[in-house]
């Protein structure tokens, strides 16, 4: 039998990505309009396990729409990946009477809801908030966009540097395994040569071209 859900906890977990705060207060405010209560969990993963909650009201999320990072902060945490761990986390929701978890962030972060949500069969909606988008099934993971138009602004203050010296500059972003903002921002920039993690690329595969472009 399936257990009513009245009250839900909300959590933001590994590194931060523009976009959050707004996901955040689509979270609190929907669940309110259907009735339900909603729990913060401040510091990710970590907060469920040290029961840092609060509760939430329309008032928590006005004026944050706009505010990048996460209100609820966000933090790593080693000792989720433990049964102990979990447990210990799973057993704060009960005692705090949520019923089901909305997590917000990246591959790290849905690889421990999962494990949490088989072990204790706890129904959990993953939204993917990371700058990486790297989470399959996701066109535009919340983040990315914002990432990219960073970079770009970046590149063109850069390109003038880079031209007023005469000099080639390598610009390096983040994405981890992933390789979308260097590929998206290096076209968009107008980039002589994208390196992706994709693909292994030594430097000296680089130099020909670059030979050729600037004679």
Known sequence: MIKEIKKIGVLTSGGDAPGMNACIRAVVRTALHKGLQVTGIYQGYQGLIDA????????????????????????????????????????????????????????????????????????????????????????????????????????????DTAASHERLFFVEVMGRDSGCIALNAGIAGGAEAILLPEKETAIDDLIPSFRRRCH
């Open 52 to 159: 840092n909650f609060i509760e939430m009201d329309t008032r928590s999320v006005s004026n944050i729409i706009q505010r990048g990072g996460t209100i609820l902060k966000t933090a790593r945490c080693m000792e989720f990946k433990t049964p102990e761990g979990r447990r210990k986390g799973y057993d704060n929701l009960i005692a705090a009477g949520v019923d089901a978890l909305v997590v917000i962030g990246g591959d790290g972060t849905f690889t421990g809801a999962n494990f949490f949500s088989k072990e204790f069969e706890i129904p959990i909606i993953g939204i993917p908030g990371t700058i990486d988008n790297d989470l399959y099934g996701s066109d535009y993971t919340i983040g990315y966009d914002t990432a990219n138009n960073t970079v770009i602004e970046a590149i063109d203050k850069i390109r």
